[in-house]
């Protein structure tokens, strides 16, 4: 057994190292003082290393993923090679290589768990401010919907137009103005407070259209991504959101919540409008769920380049409705159900609760 073990010795030696990566895991969602202590640390240590990869001007990560990929199938192929040329020594090779092709993907996902899924159980937005989500009557959501038309009226004829009537700011403008979205909200909220860094646009933007994601937070890197693809009118509202997450908020509504209150609450007319529109979105749906007479009341009172951006919107994400969508929609539902997000991707309506009971 000694001698297997050390025949073995590297990939014996991650193994264990995997199983240590997981330990601390199960540590953190052990109980929420403890979620709450990995999650300073790990938070910590991804502020310290973000800053090494910001100097990079473009996303690292999308490269790590694409690197990771073309590594796995590297890996499965000098495997394929080895067992085809070692005669003799197949078992010994297979096992290495099974194992450390396992050891590899448990690693990434390892550090996944522990540098993100543990804020799933550590305190969120409502527990370190307390606001709340609470159930809401129509009458609060019709209220809540109608002062959010009335934003969208006062700022829609503020930010720039094509010819079409359809927001057209730059996005680099959008970008630069990025990084003091959170310096009025941060009054209210101090604990919010933290040095932002300019987000980074995704290369593969259109490929993450076609995944239905606007942009991610990644634990690896430490770095906020952007789809830049997708319609320019809620890419405020969505970097919000992002640099949400970049202050260890795990949910995504209330990382929803944030953007929209972030954004409303900001010096800067064109992040008002775009976080006024995520949230009409937001209230928008749920109130056509609730009472439609009322719903069609409320949209009546929008002004025509907000519907503009509205019809642009739905018409971008309508060429994605097909089988790619769908299943990572269902691949990131079960993520989130897999971090005690019971409500998986429906998680994202209750921010509807908190902005009636915020606004």
């Known amino acids: 057994m000694r001698a297997f073990f050390k025949r073995h010795l590297g990939v014996h030696l991650w193994a264990l190292g995997v199983l240590a990566l997981f330990g601390v895991y199960w540590y953190g969602i052990s109980s929420r003082g403890a979620a709450n202590a990995v999650s300073a640390v790990t938070q910590a240590v991804k502020d310290g290393y973000a800053g090494f990869w910001y100097l990079f001007p473009f996303s690292v990560v999308e490269w790590f ?22 005669k003799g020594r197949r078992r010994r090779i297979a096992y290495g ?44 959501l019709e209220r809540v919907a109608l002062l959010f038309t009335q934003k969208l009226g006062e700022t829609a004829g503020q930010v720039e137009r094509d010819e079409n009537g359809v927001f057209a700011v730059d996005r680099d403008e959008i970008f630069a103005a990025s990084t003091g979205v959170y310096e009025n909200l941060t009054k209210e909220f101090p604990f919010l ?6 987000p980074k ?33 809620l890419l405020p509202a969505n970097i919000a959101h992002e640099l949400a997450h970049q202050r260890g908020i795990a949910s995504e509504q209330e990382c929803n919540f944030l953007a929209i209150a972030a954004a409303t609450a900001s ?11 995520m949230g009409y979105i937001q209230l928008s749906n749920a109130l056509y769920r609730a009472d439609r007479d009322r719903w069609a009341a409320v949209y009546e009172t929008l002004p025509e380049t907000v519907l ?23 691949i990131y539902d079960t993520s989130l159900r897999s971090y005690g997000q019971t409500a998986g991707i429906q998680s994202y309506g209750t921010v509807v609760d908190l902005l009636v009971a915020y606004y």
């Open 201 to 233: 646009k995704m290369l593969f933007s259109r490929l993450f259209s076609a995944m239905n994601f606007t942009g991610f937070y990644s634990p690896y890197t430490g770095e906020s991504n952007l789809n830049v693809d997708s319609p320019a009118c």
């Open 267 to 277: 010096d800067s007319v064109v992040y008002q409008y775009s976080g006024y529109l």
């Open 97 to 140: 290589g099974v194992l450390g092709l396992a050891c590899l993907c448990l690693t990434t996902y390892g550090l996944y768990c522990v540098g993100w899924g543990v804020n799933y159980y550590a305190d969120g937005f409502q527990e370190k401010s307390g606001v709340y989500a609470r159930p809401v009557t129509v009458d609060e």
């Open 65 to 86: 993923y694409a690197a990771f990929i073309l590594g796995v199938f590297a890996w499965l192929a000098a495997l394929f090679h080895r067992l085809r040329t070692g």
């Open 308 to 330: 503009a951006d509205l019809r642009y919107h739905s018409a971008y994400w309508a060429q994605f409705d097909g089988l790619t969508a769908k299943v990572s929609t269902r």
């Open 193 to 198: 407070a933290r040095t932002d860094r300019v």
